[in-house]
């Protein structure tokens, strides 16, 4: 939805990415979050959760190696204290927004995964569901980020109602409430979804499947540029820069021959 390239280099040629200090952040700050709930609900406090900060730094440096690259100019180790801190700050801002004393989660990093009656088969990975007594449904995420401003809201909201339809898919249950918690900002947007909204976000991907499935078979994936592209690493195969992609590695259909095949496929009508 961002930028067919950007996929094409990601998911089709697997270009190396460097990771980046914002997202690095988010990974560590993440997975402070999920293990607080660890403790018994009394001694879930923004204390406890900062003293957590160095384990899992250092759990997540075992287990991506490549994340020591970005301090490694950083003999003096001001810039990773600055991080760091940085990450307490987030860490202790959640407490202003949630009483994780008064929250037990049902479930926390959730894989699920669904099959749509298209064969499409969806897949994530949600950051915490809660189950109220009455049987209600909370799904929760966590954002290390600004909170968009509300033109762009449904945007944020798209990957939370693909969450809400993979649950409702797997367990014929509507989630109640969907949850953003913006740390960076320290707000939170939530939306209360319908089976209405669910089945618009599940067209939608069928389209966007429909789309990736053409644009694998003709090779044609087109850059979509945006104020993002300031961070993108692959401005050096992007012809937006004046670079040129890999050569694609996967049997290219001719345009004609493509839409012969649709045709055959969908029927007279």
């Known amino acids: 939805m961002q930028c067919p390239l950007l996929y094409r280099f990601r998911v089709i040629d697997r ?10 952040r988010g990974t560590l700050v993440h997975a402070v979050l999920e293990r607080l709930f660890d403790d018994p609900a009394a001694e879930r406090t923004a204390p ?13 440096r075992e287990s991506r190696p490549e994340v020591v690259e970005l301090f490694a100019d950083d003999p003096d180790g001001q810039r990773l204290a600055g991080w760091l801190a940085e990450a307490e700050r987030l860490v202790e801002r959640w407490f ?34 809660d189950v109220a007594p009455t049987g209600e449904v909370r799904i929760v995420d966590y954002k290390t980020g600004k909170a968009p401003r ?19 898919r797997l367990k014929r249950v509507v989630p109640r409430r969907l949850q953003l918690v913006y740390l ?4 939170v947007l939530t939306y209360d979804p319908v089976l209405a909204d669910l089945e618009r976000v599940e067209r939608k991907l069928l389209a966007l499947w429909e789309a990736i499935r053409r644009a694998t078979e003709t090779g ?34 001719r345009a004609d021959a493509a839409g012969e095949g649709e045709q055959g496929r969908m029927g007279p009508d």
Do not use: N
């Not at 003293?51 to 997540?60: A, E, F, H, K, M």
């Not at 960076?184 to 707000?187: I, N, P, Q």
């Open 15 to 24: 270009l190396p990415e460097r990771p980046s200090e914002a997202a690095t």
């Open 48 to 60: 406890r959760a900062k003293s957590l900060i160095p384990g899992q730094w250092d759990r997540l």
């Open 96 to 129: 202003g927004l949630e009483d994780p004393t008064r929250l037990e989660p049902a479930e926390r990093e959730l894989f699920v995964e669904a099959e749509l009656e298209s064969g499409l088969t969806l897949r994530g990975i949600i950051d915490r569901v």
């Open 150 to 168: 509300p033109e762009y809201a449904e945007g944020a909201l798209f990957q939370m109602k693909f969450y809400a339809l993979v649950v409702w």
């Open 184 to 187: 960076g900002s320290g707000e």
């Open 220 to 253: 044609e994936w087109r850059p979509r540029p945006t104020k993002l592209c300031g961070w993108c690493d692959h401005r050096a195969h992007c012809p937006e820069f004046g670079g040129t992609p890999p050569p694609y590695p996967l049997p290219v259909l």
